[in-house]
């Protein structure tokens, strides 16, 4: 009997342990499906695949409008000395160096806190493109995680864990997995200058989740930090001022609070920027943005006989409809995309076209569905809503912007557009293995695309010439692929090779030319290119248009001579017309009368013609600028000696062997 019930909870024993493996291993499955659901794995995954997404930049060059600010600009390259000149000025006038130059675009700018970081960057590294991308890369992984952990508080500060939990929490992965793998963010991040939109956003979404941590625990350190971060946002960049419409949104939409409660948590966010107008302004003045008569910072200009006008109101609205119709599709379909919108990449539009139209039914769609499912599903209408609120300050209907899109714009509100999305999936795809499936096909698409754009941005000239092969239409990528090319050029000897770069050169500078006859800088490049291809003459004749144009152009008067001194050598060595040769050394005489090398060839052009004199003249001319100069000695001497006088040529002889005992070697006659 005592033996039976040994045996008996011997077997129990043996049952208990069987079960308890069952339940380990139930356990063990339970947790290995749930990796999908773990915070941890959110956070690790969101980083990672924002390094490995942009791990290609990391050995790239300065592209794009890094020379503006960083290493171009004469407050950046002084490091640390350098920021109160940073934050005593317009973001452009360290490069451009002008006050007027420096507001040349609608408004003028004010990011001081990311040339900052640049500043200190050159302190510590000096001219370190791997430095700056490093850090984008680093920046652009820190976001994802703070944009999960902002979602996450958003949705779940008080959700009880369980099922829904961890349905929400896949979803939350999902939006800010589309987010960090979306190619519309490679210019923001890809461009080192693009960090103004990492840290704009950063700081807003930082800002965000520490007023919910305030509204959680209404402890005051919060709020701190949401004054803090919100100003760098907005040092970042002006965009993040629309924030201050999305924080009472998001606490109505979900806290459930009254309009008038909502706006109680909205109070730092305004002493933040309060500072900042009140530090803007100071520098800046009260300029907010103005209509520039210049197409390539006003682009609702048209021509009208010789003269730029304005659209009319409605040209305006329509191309304005169209370009948000753009916005969404590339949010929908990036492909193809382009760092460079200026007029005329998106053509002058009509209410009659019918992309225009869509664009205008499309958005009436989103105002309607924001007031349609604010009761139906607040995660919707919130989107929809923060996509709006974001865009606005870009659209070009708030103020001039000084161009017609860009798609680093969209660095703010595509969030919206993919909660939305996210949100749109995960209602409607019941599965979770197929939502999974779909999610991973749709990031491998992104990553593909993320990637190889990655590597137009390696350098200015594969952005310019890639991105023109499909945005041909506008003057400022036409202008920036034609200088890049004439550029490149130029450091090759004569070969078929250079011959084709300055031919494919000339021919997009002609067609930014065509779209924009006014523009200076298109003449300029196209006068460049043509005088390495030797072909002066029309070179000096596009010199002559955009003079002729603009007068005071700086750039065209100083090259200006130099093509003429180099035209009249051309033609008097190469072509033997002493006559043109005489006309276009005069006339770069007359522009630069100090350049040593045009009087000395001058003096040869009239030694030739017999007029010693004159020849004299100039020889000597060119003596005085540089005493020193053995040859210069050589060439008055020979002047003198072809007028008849030995002796005053044996003394210029004399002197230059003084100075070089070599100087005559292959004079005739030379004693």
Known sequence: MAKSKKQHKKAQKSNDSARLATQNAGSQAVSTTAIWHKISFHKA???????????????????????????????????????????????????????????????????????????????LFGRSPFIGHLINVLLYAFLGIMLYKFLALLLLGNTKKGQKENKIRLFIFITCLLYVAHPIHTEAVANIKGRDEIMTMLGGIIALWASLKYYHSKSGKWNILVLVSFFIALMSKENAITFLAVV????????????????????????????????RTAVLGMDFGSNSMELMNNP??????????????????????????KYVWLLIFPHPLSHDYYPRAVEIMQFSNWQVLASVALYIAILGSIVYFWKKDKVVSFGLAFF??????????????????????????????????????????????????????????????????????????????????????????LNAAGGALTTEASKLKASTKKSQMLTEAIGYLKEAINIHPTYRNAYLLIGNALFYQENYEESIAYYDKVLGLYPDFKDAQDNLPIILRDAGKHFGQKKNDIAKSEKYLTRSYELSPGDPETLRLLGIVNGIKGDHDRAIFYFDKALKINPKSAMAHVNLGTAYKNKGDAVTAADFYNKALALDPNALDGIQGKK
């Open 45 to 123: 995954a969101l980083a990672i695949l924002a390094i490995l997404l942009y791990a290609n930049t990391l050995t790239h060059d300065y592209t794009q409008d890094d020379a503006i600010v960083i290493y171009d600009n004469m407050f950046t390259q002084e490091g640390i000395s350098g920021i109160p000149g940073i934050l005593g000025n317009d973001t452009f006038y360290g490069f451009f160096k002008e006050e007027g130059k420096a507001k040349l675009v609608a408004g003028g700018r004010y990011r001081p806190f990311t040339q900052i970081m640049y500043a200190l960057e050159w302190q």
């Open 300 to 325: 609702f200009l048209k021509l009208s006989g010789a003269s730029w006008v304005p659209f009319s109101g409605g040209e305006k609205l329509a191309t304005i409809f169209f370009t948000l119709g």
């Open 248 to 279: 009472p949104l998001m606490y109505m939409a979900f806290k459930r609070l009254s309009l008038i409660n909502s706006l109680k948590y909205l109070w730092p966010f305004l002493v933040s920027t309060i500072a900042f107008l009140a530090i």
């Open 388 to 477: 709006i609120i974001t865009l606005s300050i870009v659209s070009n209907i708030v103020f001039p912007i000084g161009t017609n899109m860009s798609e680093r714009f969209m660095f703010m509100p595509s969030l919206g557009i993919l909660l939305v999305i996210a949100r749109l999936m995960t209602q409607y795809i019941k599965k979770e293995n197929i939502l999974l499936a779909i999610t991973g096909l749709i990031l491998l698409g992104f990553a593909f695309k993320t990637i190889t754009r990655n590597q137009v941005w390696k350098d200015d000239f594969t952005l310019f010439t890639t991105d023109v092969k499909t945005n041909g239409r506008s003057a400022k990528l």
